[in-house]
T-cell receptor
């Protein structure tokens, strides 16, 4: 079992839909990242969370430390949101990241 | 600069040749990390540095891989005698401190071993 599990693996939705991607982890962490990767592209860090909730534009990320769970939400989804979204965690006392397997999101116009 | 600069973007090497990848962290960032991405979404940690000192090298295949971060120079990751399975995208990231503030990724180097 991976230390970081994401669901769903693939998600296709219509433009405008509300999107939720989930991440569960099994280890103690100091922080969690949500990353975005476009096909053939680099990695963009969307959020780093250690508690609570963060919002940036149409993106919202939440984390529940007790339940070891985080969600990434996209409101009013747009085709340009199509990408792979990756959850990655910093284990306690360790700066390196452990990555989830990613969620491939496709938004259809 | 305000970005993590990785060069080259693409690198093709014949099996057995040497490959050298470079990463210039954001100015003022103390930590540098190297990750290998294979099979699209499978990331593997390789090595991290705190300034020019190796911080964690538990992910490095010691036989053929080496890395350095020297003062006033880009960090480097070198693979001697490349193998087909080394084909991957190699990402570098840097952060400001041990609290991971400002964790930023470079755009990656795609290494293809033929």
């Amino acid at each position: 079992k991976n230390e970081v599990e994401q669901s769903p693996q693939n998600l296709t939705a219509q433009e405008g839909e509300f999107i939720t991607i989930n991440c569960s982890y099994s280890v103690g962490i100091s922080a969690l990242h949500w990353l975005q990767q476009h096909p053939g592209g680099g990695i963009v860090s969307l959020f780093m969370l250690s508690s609570g909730k963060k919002k940036h534009g149409r993106l919202i990320a939440t984390i529940n430390i007790q339940e070891k769970h985080s969600s990434l939400h996209i409101t009013a989804s747009h085709p340009r949101d199509s990408a792979v979204y990756i959850c990655a965690v910093h284990n306690f006392g360790n700066e390196k990241l452990t990555f989830g397997t990613g969620t491939r999101l496709t938004i259809i116009p | 600069g305000e970005e993590v600069a990785q060069t080259p973007k693409h690198l093709v090497r014949g099996e057995g040749q040497k490959a050298k990848l470079y990463c210039a962290p954001i100015k003022g960032h103390s930590y540098v990390f190297w990750y290998q991405q294979v099979l699209k979404n499978e990331f593997k940690f390789l090595i991290s540095f705190q300034n020019e000192n190796v911080f964690d090298e538990t992910g490095m295949p010691k036989e053929r891989f080496s890395a350095k971060c020297l003062p006033n120079s880009p960090c480097s990751l070198e693979i001697q005698a490349t193998k087909l399975e080394d084909s991957a995208v190699y990402f570098c990231a840097s952060s400001l401190s041990s609290s991971n503030y400002g964790y930023t990724f470079g755009s990656g180097t795609r290494l293809t071993v033929v």
